[in-house]
């Protein structure tokens, strides 16, 4: 399922109804579902900041009523954190520094909107960022809270050192040395508990703790109140208590300390290869990944993949494949050095956590594992095997993300090596650049592999049911496109190039999505079934004045009825678009096709574009069907779209829907279908039993 970006509430002053809907236009192409309000008076902006929570303020300079000042007071007055940035005429230095002053964040000229998106992005992240301090800030109070009481009732022996005496002791530990109470054994320094003999290796210990990443333990005998004594471990860690920094002392009994060490190999290895495991492999990395933060660490992560082991483990088996599996493990071992961890992460990924670094040295070890593997015979009994891997790296530094982001950047940095030109198949080693996978930095290489996926015929269409909650039994589905690479892996659109802003590209595209799912509904339809399509097209395809004509041609060769088709443009491509759109959906019409309308609710006035578009359907963009779960303001909002939508006698769609929970919602709304992972998730068959839902 994808993940969407939170929705950005965004208010806006500004005379221009147009210009407004181009402001919120170009956030929504950003990335962001957008809903906007454009404030109109005083009374409007009071009511507007104290009934809903706002995530940006866009305001023009306007000689009115209603200036900027006002609106930044009006914020200030209600204590509302809300980014505001200013478009102003006449800019300069001056005009600025006042306004930032006055509490705006920052300040452009009106024609500057490709910065705007940008400084918008930084202003709603750091919004969110400080909505999640907050939230952390709760959520960390709790967790102390929820701590203590853990240390309270742990039967683990726990207490914390401060310069020598004892601040806390849960009550395993006043009754392991048989104190009555916490009191007396505050009175008792650490060195007093510790019998003679030990004490100097206890001095020792405590004076090389300083800071919170030391650790240390020690075999020692201890003595309990009545002063006999008795032999513990005692585990020294940092920690802090009560915002103090101090010592975490635990006791245990002392244990075999050779079969301790067996359970702990077992619990951390992976039994087929006897490298590291997965578990213990991200352990590892969260202590190199905090200690890089301090600047006391740095390293790398090596991704390693054994490319096309699908077909590989299809062709050997499961016996086979493993056997080559542990003999990768053998290979790795014989390339890292001592230092290096090695682990096995999944069936047929392995990975590298190198501490101590630089970038030409793990470059040069990426390029050291790739040979090896390359070079090195493999055996399946009396068969012999060659196997590549594909690998990414990626640097620990200073500026590390957090674990999970680590992982998911060492994975498409292993990914990114079949994008390659040269390396379709794999075998290469990529060293994660950001710059390669940011939006808009698209290059020749992407664009190659999109061609070349399309020239191999390595698109693919999945089928989703949409269910009408009116029991009218009809059959329909949405198809949506996939790519498939190089190891038969799906990829969504949203993870490759965005091929919407490439014409040429995009129109192919359109064109093969649109053939295919003519022959798979003509199959489909021959069978019984009364099903129709809704086919998802590009803003580029609305100005192909040739497509109505190449549609015509294609719908009477398959023998399929205009009206088994339902074309679906989003809002924001026919509002840029909308005289081309409108005479799009005119030829359509034509030729008895239907129009969807998709994404919609997001634009300033959006029941204007469907004055303009003749669209039998309407699809409700996804962000609503999260907000209706959570608001009574938006499932209110939700009912009368639907209502309005009804009485221009269009058909209403809710996507996205998870769960039962929001059924009855969707319903007492009036809604007319309703699509998501809850009915069925895209398939490869229109195989949907539509009388289920009768």
Known sequence: MQKKNPTLHLLLLDPSQNDAEQVVSLLR????????????????????????????????????????????????????????ILLADGFDEEKTIAAMKAGARDVLPPSALPRLVLIAKREFAGLEDRRRRSRLEGYIK????????????????????????????????????QYEDVDEMMCVPLMDIVASKDQDALKDILKSFNDQDTEATLNCKVRKSDDAEFDVVLSFSGATYDGESCIQLIARPQVDSELEEKLKRFSS???????????????????????????????????????HFSAIRQQYAITGSDQLLAETANVLRGVC?????????????????????????????????????????????????????????????????????????????????????????????????????????R????????????????????????????????????????MVNNDGKEISPIEFLPVEEVEPLAL?????????????????????????????????????TAFVEWLATALKAAKLPGDSLIFQVTEDGAIQHLKQAKDFCDGLAALGCKVSLSKFGCALNPFNTL??????????????????????????????????????????????VESA??????????????????????TTEMNYDFSESD
């Open 508 to 544: 192919k595209l359109d064109r093969w999505v649109v053939l295919q799912n003519i022959k798979s509904l003509a199959s489909h339809r021959s069978k019984g079934h009364e099903t129709r399509l809704f086919i998802n097209l590009t803003h580029h395809t609305l100005a192909d």
């Open 611 to 656: 004055k303009h578009i003749n669209a039998q359907y309407v699809k409700v963009d996804g962000s609503f069907t999260d907000e209706i779960q959570r608001s009574d303001e938006a499932r209110e909002n939700l009912k009368a779209m639907v209502t309005e939508l009804r009485g221009q006698k269009r058909k209403s769609i809710i996507p996205l």
């Open 269 to 307: 290895e992976d039994l087929l290869t006897g490298l590291f495991n997965k578990q213990h492999f991200t352990e590892q990395l969260d202590d190199l990944r905090e200690k890089a933060l301090d600047n006391k660490a740095k390293g790398a992560i090596f991704y390693i993949e054994i490319d």
């Open 337 to 441: 050095g001592k230092e290096d961890l090695l682990a096995r992460l999944a069936d047929n990924t392995f990975a590298v956590l190198s501490p101590q670094i630089e970038e030409k040295q793990a470059a040069e070890l990426g390029e050291k594992i790739r040979k090896a593997m390359e070079e090195h015979v493999f055996s399946v009994g009396a068969k012999s095997v060659q196997l590549t891997t594909s690998i990414g790296i990626v640097r620990i530094n200073e500026n590390v993300p957090p674990t999970k982001e680590l992982l998911e950047r060492s994975h498409k940095a292993c990914s990114h090596v079949r994008s390659l030109p040269d390396k379709k198949n794999g075998n290469g080693v990529y060293l994660y650049n950001a710059l390669d996978f940011e939006a808009g930095g």
């Open 142 to 177: 709790e967790a102390e809270k929820r701590c203590q009481l853990l240390l309270d009732s742990s039967r683990d022996a726990i207490a914390y050192v401060g310069e020598g005496m004892h601040i806390y002791a849960n009550h395993t530990y006043l009754e392991l040395f």
């Open 29 to 84: 192409n950003a990335g962001h579902a957008t809903r906007a309000h454009r404030v109109t008076s005083i009374e409007d902006l009071e009511e507007s900041l104290s009934t809903q929570t706002w995530d940006l303020f866009i305001a023009k300079e306007v000689d009115e009523e209603l200036t900027f000042t006002a609106c930044l007071e009006e914020i200030r007055r209600q204590d509302k954190d809300i980014p505001f």
């Open 443 to 482: 290059n020749e290489d992407l664009l190659a592999m999109l061609q070349q996926a399309l020239d191999d015929n390595r698109f693919k269409l999945l089928f989703q049911p949409v269910i009408s909650l009116r029991g009218e039994g009809e059959e329909h589905y949405e198809t949506f496109l996939r």
């Open 661 to 682: 929970a929001i059924l009855s919602t969707l319903w007492q709304a009036g809604v007319d279908y309703i699509q998501g992972y809850y009915l069925q998730a895209p």
